[in-house]
């Protein structure tokens, strides 16, 4: 009889215990309780748009960032850069988790990033996002995700906003599965984009070559292997997409593009100083100050 109720008890502590772990990781999305912290008066603002994509079939959402004075001087035009989201996130990821207002504010203060206009696309697939699969960020069985973010996004962001328009000025980069998705993309889209980043990503997909930064890279000219401007980094606690990550550089070093590498501690995570949500608000700031020494370098005028 004892044994019998110390079983019903135990039963009734794992349903508990799996109730709540479905109920944070599948509905609340783990939410990271030591989250970046924002700040109140950056002077930024998030807008999610949307409108009826062709390439998907339906109404698509993208989040857009507009540079500080961006209403005052109506003759300017501003670089882009595009921030692809990893599993189980979306549109609102970067500025709900990761604090991206918090990170422009400082990058705009320091003048490390030239005031630029920001879009979070939307890059869940057809299936929806779910903590069971990485979105497809690719054309196939689940919808032209490829082709909504590497043109027809562009074309709906260049006709309204007030865009500079040569590759030089637009960056496409992400965070895990969203650093596999920026390569996988913008390669493919090289008079749309010639910076590129990527956060703990990876460049072999199970999908196939056709979908792997890895061979695609090797496959263009060297011309166009000449316009790549790539940064890249991984967490020293994300094993294979460190071993990935060095792979691709090894591989970019082979080939001479122009690039860099860090390998930094922590990465993917719930909690932790370097781990998770503080990872990528820790070393957006890199990239995007990368990508902002890209923007003045160029050779054209901002």
């Not at 990781?25 to 924002?38: C, K, Y």
């Not at 857009?64 to 692809?84: A, E, M």
């Not at 929806?128 to 054309?139: A, C, E, H, I, K």
Request: aromatic fraction near 12%; glycine fraction near 10%.
């Amino acid at each position: 009889m004892k044994i019998s109720k110390v079983v019903i008890s135990l039963a009734g502590a794992i349903a508990v215990l799996t109730a709540a772990g479905y109920y944070y990781v599948f509905i609340l999305g783990a939410p990271q309780l030591d989250r970046p912290q924002e700040e109140a008066n950056t002077g930024l603002n998030f807008q999610l748009e949307s409108f009826n994509s062709q390439a998907m079939g339906k109404v698509r959402n993208y989040g857009v960032i507009l540079p500080p004075g961006y209403n005052k001087n109506l003759q300017k035009r501003y670089p882009v850069i595009f921030l692809l989201h990893g599993g189980h996130d979306d549109a609102r990821a970067y500025v709900d988790k990761y604090a991206l207002l918090n990170i422009l504010h400082e990058l705009y203060q320091s003048k490390q990033l030239p005031p630029s206009i920001l879009i979070t696309p939307d890059g869940n697939d057809n299936r929806g996002s779910s903590p069971l699969y990485d979105p497809d960020y690719f054309d196939g069985p689940n919808g032209k995700v490829g082709t909504w973010i590497g043109s027809e996004l562009v074309n709906v962001v260049r006709s309204h906003y007030r865009t500079l328009d040569n590759p030089q000025f637009w960056a496409i980069g992400g965070v895990s599965s969203g650093g596999w998705g920026a390569l996988n993309i913008g390669l493919r889209h090289l008079n749309n984009f010639n910076i590129f980043f990527s956060h703990s990503g990876y460049f072999t997909d199970k999908s196939g070559p056709q979908n792997s930064p890895q061979q695609i890279v090797q496959q263009l000219s060297i011309q166009d292997r000449k316009r790549l401007r790539v940064y890249l980094d991984a967490g020293i606690n994300d094993t294979n997409l460190l071993a990935s990550t060095k792979a691709f550089n090894e591989t970019l070093n082979k080939l001479g593009v122009a690039h860099v590498f860090y390998a930094f501690p922590g990465g993917h995570g719930l909690s932790g100083a370097d781990v998770g949500w503080n990872y990528f608000h820790k070393h957006l700031k890199d990239s995007l100050s990368y990508v902002g020494k890209q923007f003045s370098n160029s050779k054209l005028k901002i």
